[in-house]
């Protein structure tokens, strides 16, 4: 079956460069969620987009932005990039509006800052 | 806004020795709960979930999980471990607001296992 497809795997970049993520869920769910993984932490909500808009906000630094696009791919942009935001970039889809809380989790997207 | 709390942060046991992870949250209405499991350098993967009935619940590889309300609690147990079972255990829950809602789940800190052969 399908499931939540997110590029690059990994990205290298320097302090203050820009990075994009991007995110596909599986066909047919409508909600797409950013989660960040710190080393040795746990994943901590960042975003979260329904039907193309953002539906909850969680703990974005205001240097990212993220939007949810006409075919449902998620892309997740952070700009002046800190060595604190090194961390593995999970995103995950769900497929109906009145969420169970069932998340599809993709195989992350692992960004290293120097 | 709820909160999760995974009693143990490290585990280490012996193949064949029977694990119980804690798991308390705290929210005072009505949630749905979750354990994902990762793997060393994999992503989060659904172990079991609870949405409503039975609070005994099954999931993947043997693992099972008790849902307390009185107790706040969903606890995951397997009878026998096995050294593939080394891994990080999230536990995970998710509100259900009368609005119903698309934010995220509320993850524990995880519990580190270790089993060794």
Redesign the interface.
């Given at each position: 079956a399908a499931g939540v497809i997110q590029s690059p795997r990994h990205l290298i970049k320097e302090k203050r460069e820009t990075a994009t993520l991007k995110c596909y869920p599986i066909p047919r769910h409508d909600t797409v969620y950013w989660y960040q993984q710190g080393p040795g932490q746990d994943p901590q909500f960042l975003i979260s987009f329904y039907e193309k808009m953002q539906s909850d906000k969680g703990s974005i630094p205001d240097r990212f932005s993220a939007q949810q696009f006409s075919d449902y791919h998620s892309e997740l942009n952070m700009s002046s990039l800190e060595l604190g935001d090194s961390a593995l970039y999970f995103c995950a889809s769900s497929g109906n509006r009145v969420s169970t809380g069932e998340l599809f989790f993709g195989e992350g997207s692992r960004l290293t800052v120097l | 806004a709820q909160s999760v709390s995974q009693h143990n942060h490290h585990v280490i046991l012996s193949e064949a020795a029977s694990l119980e992870l804690g798991c308390n949250y705290s929210y005072g209405g009505t949630v749905?709960l979750?354990w994902?499991v990762q793997y060393p350098g994999?992503?989060?993967?659904?172990l079991l979930?609870y949405?409503s009935g039975d609070p005994l619940v099954k999931g993947i590889k043997g693992f099972e999980a008790e849902f307390i309300k009185s107790k706040f609690s969903f606890n995951l147990r397997k009878p026998s471990v096995q050294w593939s079972d080394t891994a990080e255990y999230?536990c995970?829950?998710?509100a259900?607001y009368s609005g119903?809602?698309?934010?995220?789940?509320?993850?524990?800190?995880?519990t580190h296992l270790i089993i060794q052969p």
């Open positions: - | 749905n979750f994902y994999q992503h989060l993967q659904l979930k949405f999230f995970a829950v998710h259900l119903g809602g698309a934010d995220g789940l509320t993850f524990g800190k995880g």
